[in-house]
T-cell receptor, first 114, second 115 residues
Framework: QQQVKQSPQSLIVQKGGISIINCAYE??????FPWYQQFPGKGPALLIA?????SEKKEGRFTISFNKSAKQFSLHIMDSQPGDSATYFC?????????????FGSGTQLTVLP | DAGVIQSPRHEVTEMGQEVTLRCKPI?????LFWYRQTMMRGLELLIY????????DSGMPEDRFSAKMPNASFSTLKIQPSEPRDSAVYFC?????????????FGQGTRLTVV
């Protein structure tokens, strides 16, 4: 069962443009929604994360928008740069004992053209 | 801190052979996760440990896969016997829940090729 659905699978944006990646989740017990960025040959690394008590979180050019009623959240990359070209994964988790088990989306390969 | 350390970085083995992947989590972290990444299935959680105890191994695909965490600083993922469909990048990640922070830190991965 795919609990986190991510779209699009790939995205091409011109330098300076806005990149938008969307995710939807099913499990209402999820209470932590991170985005991970992965460059080729590297492991995923946390980019930004949000909890459901806020509707938006911004860190530099990266913003998460969260819609609890729709069970959707999205990543917006403003002024996209070629260095942002990477694969982006949304994820979600809820408490499971004292460990947090992340469920990942399928990933979006972002290419920012110079 | 050197981060999560995985070895080897690359492994090529013949079908039927035993493969052991190794992971050293970040010191002080109490949760450890093994993931498998393929083009077809994306990132799949195989198993995770909390305080060295396996909590959920429902993602382990078959009995050919096994994982151990004998102490807080070392874990292994073993495949015996290996098959070509096991070819993937295997990631280890560790985390420590402190207040609101639940970030998982990933290693660089082991690229496994079974021929």
């Amino acid at each position: 069962q795919q609990q986190v659905k991510q779209s699009p699978q790939s995205l091409i944006v011109q330098k300076g443009g806005i990149s938008i990646i969307n995710c939807a989740y099913e499990n209402t017990a999820f209470d932590y929604f991170p985005w991970y960025q992965q460059f080729p040959g590297k492991g995923p690394a946390l980019l930004i994360a949000i909890r459901p008590d806020v509707s938006e979180k911004k860190e530099g050019r990266f913003t998460i928008s969260f819609n609890k009623s729709a069970k959707q959240f999205s990543l917006h990359i403003m002024d996209s740069q070629p260095g942002d070209s990477a694969t982006y994964f949304c994820a979600a988790s809820g408490e499971s004992g004292s460990a947090r088990q992340l469920t990942f989306g399928s990933g979006t390969q972002l290419t920012v053209l110079p | 801190d050197a981060g999560v350390i995985q070895s080897p970085r690359h492994e090529v083995t013949e079908m039927g052979q035993e493969v052991t992947l190794r992971c050293k989590p970040i010191s002080g972290h109490n949760s450890l996760f093994w993931y498998r990444q393929t083009m077809m299935r994306g990132l799949e959680l195989l198993i995770y440990f909390n305080n060295n105890v396996p909590i959920d191994d429902s993602g382990m695909p078959e009995d050919r896969f096994s994982a151990k965490m004998p102490n807080a600083s070392f874990s292994t993922l073993k495949i015996q016997p290996s098959e070509p469909r096991d070819s993937a990048v295997y990631f280890c990640a560790s985390s420590l829940k402190t207040g609101e922070n639940t970030e998982a830190f990933f290693g660089q991965g082991t690229r496994l090729t079974v021929v």
